[in-house]
């Protein structure tokens, strides 16, 4: 079963940015699309954005134009560039396979407070 590692969260002000890294520990990883998730506290977790094999991206609305998902799948790794940040895309950050699996990792938190 495929395992993540998500890192790059952290606190940022309002406008700023995070680069937010996940490890997978699968050599097929390329072959599958990958997403990113986030949970705010009360709520599910929701998708935000995928990326396919080879690399093409769709987002949902809330953060379209202000993030960008990204792969190299050399590095078995997906990166999520956040821009523009507000104080609701406060969240633990995940991914995973796109759709998912049960198999996730333990997230990064994102607070974007002033």
């Known amino acids: 079963q495929a395992q993540f590692v998500e890192s790059g969260g952290g606190l940022v002000q309002p406008g700023g940015s995070l680069r937010l890294s996940c490890a997978a520990s699968?050599?097929?990883?390329?072959?599958?699309?990958m997403g990113w998730y986030r949970q705010a506290p009360g709520k599910q977790r929701d998708l935000v954005a995928v990326?396919?094999?080879?690399?093409?991206?769709n987002y949902v609305d809330s953060v379209k134009g202000r993030f960008t998902i990204s792969r190299d799948n050399a590095k078995n790794t997906v990166y999520l560039q956040m821009n523009s940040l507000k104080p609701e895309d406060t969240a633990l950050y995940y991914c995973?396979?796109?759709?998912?699996?049960?198999?996730w990792g333990q997230g990064t938190q994102v607070t974007v407070s002033s």
């Open positions: 995973n396979v796109y759709p998912s699996t049960d198999s």
């Open positions: 699968r050599s097929i990883f390329n072959l599958y699309y």
């Open positions: 990326i396919t094999s080879n690399g093409v991206t």
